[in-house]
């Protein structure tokens, strides 16, 4: 069975700074790995995914994540955090049925 | 874009009654799912549906629960005689042939009371 873990549940960062949200990943096979975000009374929206290739995979809104296999990590991140990023980050994981981590809030203070 | 639309947006139902979420995929998708999320906790996979028939439930999935896509255009999930801890939300996600991303849509609120 397929896990993922977001061992914070919270993530506090000052505006302007690099921002990073981990997670950890427990699958057979070759992962498909993916992060979403998800706002105040909405859906899940698609940031990026990595299926295979550059471990470095960049995404929406200067979004970007580093597959690491050794680590069985994909940790997000951005350089330079503005406020409108303030959300609930998912990770998952999975190919036709996900298995999401429990979210991490990310707050990004002005 | 193409979106996930879903109806209602919330619903609130007495216990014991039935439910019909609707959600109308993208138009060229062909793999549909539904999730759910109970308020503070993580999204949970229910379901997942391919060429007209339940391809993988999870255990959540029990036979309150059902899916329909009733016509071209619509996909519906159905609780038979809700419970209290049905209150949750719920996300329809689809899947285009060949892709590996599911696009979401932006859920239904249920509360039942």
């Known amino acids: 069975a397929q896990s993922v873990a977001q061992p914070e549940d919270q993530v506090n960062v000052a505006e302007g700074n690099p921002l990073t949200v981990k997670c950890t990943y427990s699958v057979s096979g070759n992962p498909y790995l993916f992060w979403y975000v998800q706002y105040p009374n909405r859906g899940l929206q698609f940031l990026l995914k990595?299926?295979?290739?550059?471990?470095l995979v960049k995404g929406s809104y200067g979004f970007e994540a580093e597959f690491n296999k050794s680590q069985t990590s994909f940790h997000l991140k951005k350089p330079s955090a503005l406020v409108s990023d303030s959300a609930l980050y998912f990770c998952?994981?999975?190919?036709?049925?996900?298995?999401f981590g429990k979210g991490t809030k990310l707050s990004v203070i002005p | 874009e193409p979106e996930v639309t879903q109806t209602p947006s919330h619903q609130v139902t007495q216990m014991g009654q039935e439910v019909i979420l609707r959600c109308v995929p993208i138009?060229?998708?062909?793999?549909f799912y539904w999730y759910r999320q109970i308020l503070g906790q993580k999204v949970e996979f229910l379901v997942s549906?391919?060429?007209?028939?339940?391809?993988?439930k999870s255990e959540i999935f029990d036979d309150q629960f059902s899916v329909e896509r009733p016509d071209g255009s619509n996909f519906t999930l159905k609780i038979r005689s809700t419970k209290l801890e049905d209150s949750a939300m719920y996300f329809c996600a689809s899947l285009g042939q060949g892709k590996e991303t599911q696009y979401f849509g932006p859920g239904t609120r249920l509360l039942v009371l």
């Open positions: 990595y299926i295979t290739g550059d471990n």
């Open positions: 998952g994981a999975g190919s036709y049925q996900l298995t």
């Open positions: 138009s060229n998708h062909l793999y």
């Open positions: 549906f391919y060429n007209n028939e339940i391809s993988e």
